[in-house]
């Protein structure tokens, strides 16, 4: 059974930095392409930044580039979302999602339509004070 698990919200102030994990649990996260998404009140779910299985390719949205990196750890079943010069407008609920890895789909596909995701972990709080 696929399971994802995103941690690592919180508050911090503006201007801060703060890093998400998302751990995935009973399968492999090799080759499994995985897309952090985040959704603020009031406001559609959004990408925020996708990855390929082996990390190759990643795929930010035009309003985290140069500020959030993703990575993963495919030996450690976790990929990572790293958030710096945060701003009130990160604040929201940040998910993390996958397909089936016998879907072959661009990253840039994956972080613009959040509904073609197939897994869902639970999300976590980011809160940034300005």
């Known amino acids: 059974e696929v399971q994802l698990q995103a941690s690592g919200g919180g508050l911090v102030q503006a201007g801060g930095s703060l890093t998400l994990s998302c751990e995935a649990s009973?399968?492999?996260?090799?080759?499994?392409?995985i897309g952090w998404f985040r959704q603020a009140p009031g406001k559609e779910r959004e990408g925020v930044a996708c990855?390929?299985?082996?990390?190759?390719?990643?795929y930010y949205a035009d309003s985290v580039k140069g500020r959030f990196t993703i990575s993963r750890d495919n030996a450690k079943n976790l990929v990572y979302l790293q958030m710096s010069r945060l701003t009130a407008e990160d604040s929201a609920v940040y998910y993390c999602?996958?397909?089936?890895?016998?879907?072959?789909?661009?990253?840039?596909?994956?972080?613009?339509?959040?509904?073609?995701?197939?897994?869902w972990g639970e999300g976590t709080l980011v809160t940034v004070s300005s």
């Open positions: 009973g399968f492999a996260l090799d080759d499994y392409a």
């Open positions: 999602a996958t397909i089936p890895r016998t879907v072959v789909r661009p990253e840039s596909a994956m972080c613009n339509n959040y509904r073609s995701m197939r897994w």
């Open positions: 990855i390929g299985g082996d990390g190759g390719v990643k």
